[in-house]
């Protein structure tokens, strides 16, 4: 089972740079997120989607855009970097957010903005 | 609006000791709670959860976690701890927008 799929593991983008952070999961669960982590902080929640098709704002979701077109891809895009944007992203997934059941995460992105 | 407290960024405990990390939660209704766990370079783990039922709940890798609804706490528990359990931990509130605490790094001194 490869679980929650994250690519790159590494990127290096200058300011006002666009690219596109790649997840994808193969347990068919209807619900995926992108977190960031910043030291300090924790994670907060970029932007989540419900299933295909669906997607909403989280707690930092300004210069981030995501769409969710599969039940499987859940694609974050930078449209502009900034070095602010210098963070690790997690993508997680879960069956359901709602009450019992909990998350899987992948491996992490790690995005240094120069 | 939900949300969990760590109260501690770091705890350090000695290999074979106890040891607990602490999380406080704001709920309306009943709570639930999970605990992750998030090793150097890695994704975060589902450690645990309490959903109902007993209070104390029993998860991975040996871990516990105690939950106390008059102090609306839910800490982590292990009887003897491992260097290997050495991590940053977060608790968290399950929902659409799932409410992490900001994490405590456990280190086991050998």
């Known amino acids: 089972n490869a679980g929650v799929t994250q690519t790159p593991k590494f990127q290096v983008l200058k300011t006002g740079q666009s690219m596109t952070l790649q997840c994808a999961q193969d347990?068919?669960?209807?619900?995926m997120s992108w977190y960031r982590q910043d030291p300090g902080m924790g994670l907060r929640l970029i932007h989540y989607?419900?299933?295909?098709?669906?997607?909403d704002q989280g707690e930092v979701p300004n210069g981030y855009n995501v769409s969710r077109s599969t039940t499987e891809d859940f694609p974050l895009r930078l449209l502009s970097a900034a070095p602010s944007q210098t963070s690790v992203y997690f993508c997680?997934?879960?069956?359901?957010?709602?009450?019992?059941?909990?998350?899987?995460f992948g491996s992490g992105t790690r995005l240094t903005v120069v | 609006a939900q949300s969990v407290a760590q109260p501690e960024d770091q705890v350090n405990v000695a290999e074979g000791n106890p040891l607990t990390v602490k999380c406080t939660y704001s709920?309306?209704?009943?709570?639930?709670l999970f605990w992750y766990v998030q090793y150097p370079n890695r994704g975060l783990q589902f450690l645990l959860k309490?959903?109902?039922?007993?209070?104390l709940v029993k998860g991975s890798y040996g871990f516990e976690a105690e939950f106390n609804k008059s102090q609306t706490s839910f800490h982590l528990k292990k009887p003897s701890a491992l260097v290997s359990d050495s991590a940053l931990y977060f608790c968290?509130?399950?929902?659409?927008?799932?409410?992490f605490g900001t994490g405590t790094k456990l280190q086991v001194i050998p």
């Open positions: 709920v309306s209704g009943n709570p639930y």
């Open positions: 347990m068919n669960h209807e619900y």
């Open positions: 997680a997934s879960s069956y359901s957010p709602d009450r019992v059941y909990g998350y899987t």
């Open positions: 989607s419900v299933g295909a098709g669906i997607t």
């Open positions: 309490y959903i109902t039922g007993d209070n």
């Open positions: 968290a509130v399950p929902n659409r927008k799932v409410t």
